[in-house]
């Protein structure tokens, strides 16, 4: 027996010591790709020496003799911190996943061919200017020194990923660069699906009136009556299809649903609106929340100065940040720049499809995908006149195409000339507000509102082509149409000149929060769909409550976090339900609705991540709107997974009868909406019991409201997790201006914060070096590097950086100095 034991010690002895040497091992090749800051290095391509400072929170200061060399010396930076995230989002566009992940993203590839988005990056190469051409190409030549580097001096191929999924790296081209503002478009884009998504929605409720309740206008000038979709087309039956997967729920995956389409704030003060004398501006970009974050901080000193903010890896542009002289914000525009057309077959050529004219051959290629350890998928795409022809499956556009129909797209970022990279590079050397809008004149894709404040005056510009509608559209873009009538074709594009423009505001303060800008009879109505209804109303009085604004004001406005929704939605549903009936006895369902009820009767509305209120609020909302829709939309119903304020004011104000959702339908007795109020808080209560304990006082909103700033391919392997996956509490919520947008859904989990301002700047052109700004996670991919999160917890606080265009300052405490130098050839 003491024989045994000694051998077994023996051999548990011997497993840990190998466990020991396989993590070291591991440790020793996985850390060969670390960065390393503080170095000389000769490459080709350069002209003269560069210097690339980092600060202390490891922020590339990119100085170079010419602009060029500033632009290599950001590709070279990108490719030391990004190299894998800009690999990965590149095969995304080019639909090239499946080499490396098999199966798993072959519907995702597939979508994306369809949409060939990358050969129309390439064609649009040449439709840049020199300039940014030559600033393409010098970005691509800083990318592939680091690759080069990696490849001679076996720098564990650049990134701990690739020792996990062997995923060959070609050079950069600056086609990829354009190709990845297109991946941001599909990112961005949220019309296909409310398209597809009011058009289901018409077939299935049974009175087509309550359509303007479940998919309601912003508030504002009325619509003219649409036709419902089934009269579209007579006599054709629309049948449920099978259910397909979700390509929205793929973390690798661009497409995101309406709800996630992008959102953002950004507002300015003039002058006579700042206590300082000096314009102010704040910029808080939001979007899908991942490890690394897609933003990525960085300062280039240029021939016409120096500018600084955040840039995308991959991406040689300063798209949200500031110079000397002007600075810049973007937020998602919401302009309807895609239609879906149901297009006709021939029903004796199915390569056939029916157009004004008469029928018309498909225009149609071959795509191959190649599938890691799987046989490779040859794909047929289809195009038409009005733009790809689309799979079924993608946003569940089979259930609203008839039999012997296919659908198809139009969507401004379908160019093969598309300029917006142009536009963005000039932007980043223009020295005034009216300069900057009229570089934007080149600007396609993906539409933004884009606000400027310069040394004396304010602005904000819609920009992006904006499509051109017949007046005679016969679903105003609202829904799918038929695409052989020649009244629903887009006409080219609107001019310039049609986009809304606001400057210089006699009120000195303007902003955006992805609300309604204009209201302006359709064709010229920018769209049907916005981002935000109840932010606005925050923002509107925080902006007024002050007769001046400071920095500070601009940044406690960016952090607020008490949401209008809350203040308005709860006496509504909750006006019948406070103080009424008998004391209850404790431990009854009665008694906790009464606590809870107290509670929210107490509370001003502040979504703080340690108050239990927003909890209990949250979740009472999410099963309202479950107890109002699920009997009338059946499956549809998934859809609506986050609670519309609208939606719920119109039901609960009666507007137009919408009270009617209140009444369920499957039962004999009329419930009234009191009734369905007061069951959706139970339900609310029994989930929370379940999930947290009936102990409500203690209950805290940040432990539902995490943020999960998720590795997007390593967060979901065991043990590894822990170590890729940055998780915080945070307050905000799907409502407020500090935006924590909550994942929804049946999950266990549908309050964490998955969609947010991944970038935060606010800037003080009264004392620009006192402008500051953050990104919610830190400047590294590589999750071995102290700079992979080191900015989450100042990000999580509310905290900021510098934000500084002094040399000095940016190499006080730097953590390294790179310097590349031209190679003698």
């Known amino acids: ?11 548990a002895g011997a497993v840990v010591v190998l466990a020991l040497v396989a993590v070291l091992v591991a440790y020793m090749l996985l850390s060969r790709s670390l960065p390393e800051y503080d170095k000389r290095l000769t490459v080709r391509g350069l002209d003269a020496p560069l210097e690339i400072v980092r600060d202390n929170a490891n922020v590339p200061h990119v100085f170079g003799t010419k602009d060029t060399d500033v632009f290599f010396g950001l590709g070279y930076a990108h490719a030391q911190d990004r190299l894998w995230q800009m690999m990965t989002m590149r ?3 080019q639909g090239r996943l499946s080499e490396v992940f098999g199966t798993r993203t072959v519907k995702i590839d597939s979508t994306l061919r369809r949409f060939d988005l990358y050969n129309l990056a390439r064609q649009s190469v ?12 010098a970005y691509s030549d800083g990318v592939n020194a680091r690759i080069t580097e990696i490849n001679q001096d076996a720098l564990g191929r650049g990134a701990p990923e690739q020792f996990l999924f062997n995923a060959p790296i070609a050079p950069w081209q600056p086609a990829d660069s354009i190709a990845l503002i297109k991946l941001m478009a599909v990112q961005l884009s949220g019309h296909l699906d409310n398209e597809v998504t009011f058009a289901r929605a018409s077939l299935a409720l049974d009175d087509p009136a309550r359509l303007d309740d479940i998919m309601p206008l912003a508030p504002g000038s009325g619509i003219a009556a649409l036709p419902e979709y089934a009269s579209l087309f007579p006599g054709a039956e629309f049948r449920h299809a099978q259910a397909e997967p979700d390509l929205t729920g793929d973390p690798l995956s661009p497409f995101k649903r309406r709800a996630f389409a992008g959102a953002s704030n950004a507002f300015a003060a003039a002058p006579s609106r700042s206590a300082a004398g000096g314009t102010l501006l704040a910029n808080d970009p ?15 000193e240029l021939q016409s100065g120096g500018v600084i903010g955040g840039t995308i890896p991959g991406i040689p542009v300063i798209l949200t940040g500031r110079s000397a002289r002007l600075g810049w914000g973007v937020t998602s525009s ?12 021939n029903p004796d050529n199915t390569n056939e499809y029916r157009t004004p004219d008469g029928w018309k051959s498909f225009r149609t290629s071959r795509s191959i995908i190649e599938i890691k350890d799987a046989d490779p998928v040859t794909l047929t795409l289809r195009w038409t006149d009005n733009g790809p022809v689309l799979p079924g499956s993608h946003y569940n556009l089979s259930e609203v195409t008839p039999p012997g129909h296919v659908a198809s797209v139009a969507w401004t970022a379908l160019s093969g000339e598309d300029t917006t990279m142009t536009s963005a590079m000039g932007l980043m050397r223009a020295q005034t507000v009216q300069q900057a809008i009229d570089l934007s004149r080149l600007y396609i894709a993906p539409s933004q509102n884009l606000t400027l404040v310069g040394q004396d005056t304010i602005a904000l510009r819609l920009i992006g082509a904006m499509p051109r509608r017949s007046a005679r559209h016969e679903s105003e873009g609202r829904m799918p149409s038929r695409g052989w009538l020649p009244e629903n074709r887009w006409q080219g594009m609107l001019p310039f000149a049609a986009n809304p423009e606001f400057v210089a505001p006699k009120g000195g303060i303007l902003g955006n929060t992805n609300n309604k800008v204009v209201d302006r009879p359709f064709p010229m ?10 932010r606005v109303h925050r923002w509107r009085r925080l902006m007024q409550g002050r007769a001046v604004h400071t920095r500070d004001s601009f940044i406690e406005a960016q952090l607020d976090t008490v949401s209008f929704t809350a203040r308005s939605i709860l006496p509504l549903i909750g006006a019948d339900l406070w103080f009424t009936g008998e004391a209850a006895p404790e431990g009854t369902p009665e008694r906790l609705r009464e606590r809870a009820l107290t509670m929210l009767a107490d509370w001003n509305g502040e979504m703080n991540e340690h108050l239990p209120e927003p909890l209990i609020y949250a979740a009472w909302m999410r099963a309202l709107m479950d107890r109002l829709i699920r009997d009338d939309l059946g499956p549809l119903s998934r859809e609506f997974d986050h609670p519309d304020p609208v939606f719920i004011e119109r039901v609960f104000r009666d507007v137009d009868g919408a009270s009617a959702w209140c009444d369920v339908k499957q039962s004999a007795a009329q419930e009234t909406c009191s009734d369905v109020s007061r069951m959706a808080l139970d339900d ?7 999930r947290y304990g009936t102990s409500l006082e203690s209950l805290r909103w940040g432990d539902a409201h995490q943020a999960t700033h998720d590795h997007q391919v390593l967060g979901e392997v065991p043990l590894l997790r822990y170590f890729v996956n940055i998780r915080q509490s945070t307050s905000g919520g799907d409502n407020t201006l500090l935006r924590g947008r909550t994942r929804g859904g049946e999950g266990p989990d549908p309050f964490q914060n998955v969609h947010g301002a991944g970038f935060r700047g606010v800037y003080d052109f009264a004392d620009p070096d006192s402008s500051v700004f953050i990104i919610a996670t830190g400047q590294s991919g590589h999750f071995l590097s102290r700079h992979y999160d080191d900015l989450a917890q100042l990000w999580r606080r509310g905290e900021y950086i510098p934000m500084s265009l002094d040399p000095d300052l940016a190499r006080a405490a730097s953590v390294g100095v790179t310097v590349l130098a031209p190679r003698a050839e």
């Open 525 to 534: 109505h920018v769209s049907y769909l916005w981002g935000d209804t109840q």
């Open 126 to 137: 040449a439709a840049q200017d020199a300039q940014t051409l030559a600033a393409l190409k």
């Open 91 to 93: 095969r995304t566009v």
């Open 684 to 690: 609310a209560l029994i989930w929370i019991e379940e």
């Open 286 to 300: 939001h979007l899908g929340f991942s490890a690394p974050n897609i933003w990525y901080l960085a300062r280039l």
């Open 1 to 11: 027996m003491a024989v045994m034991i000694k051998w077994l010690l023996r051999v």
């Open 334 to 345: 919401y302009l309807d720049d895609q239609d879906v057309f149901i297009e006709e077959l």
